[in-house]
């Protein structure tokens, strides 16, 4: 059973930094995609971040610059390190599992979320 669980979201002032982590369970954690999603109040969930199996990483570019995605297999860890945060950052994020390597085949497995809340 796959499990992913997110941490590290929370309340910050505009400018300040947060670093979301997500571990998994439950799926060979090396050999998948990951990425991190998030869904605005009223708004369609987007694609933050990626990183394929082989390090790659896509970040979107609305948070480009901000934003890093990283990973550690032997933690089963996957993390969002967030900086500058504005008020439209402010979001449910979601980790999700890759359906294989890399982005283009798409997640199927998804986290609770974790909500960040940036204010100004």
């Known amino acids: 059973q796959v499990q992913l669980v997110e941490s590290g979201g929370g309340l910050v002032q505009a400018g300040e930094s947060l670093r979301l982590s997500c571990v998994a369970s439950?799926?060979?954690?090396?050999?998948?995609?990951m990425g991190w999603h998030r869904q605005a109040s009223g708004k369609q969930r987007e694609l933050v971040a990626s990183i394929s199996s082989a390090g790659d990483t896509t970040i979107a570019d609305s948070v480009k610059g901000r934003f890093t995605i990283s990973r550690d297999n032997a933690k089963n860890t996957v993390y969002l390190q967030m900086n500058s945060l504005k008020p439209e950052d402010t979001a449910t994020y979601y980790c999700a599992g890759g359906r294989g390597a890399i982005r283009r085949l798409g997640f199927d497995s998804w986290g609770q979320g974790t909500q960040v809340t940036v204010s100004s």
């Open positions: 439950g799926i060979t954690f090396s050999i998948k995609a």
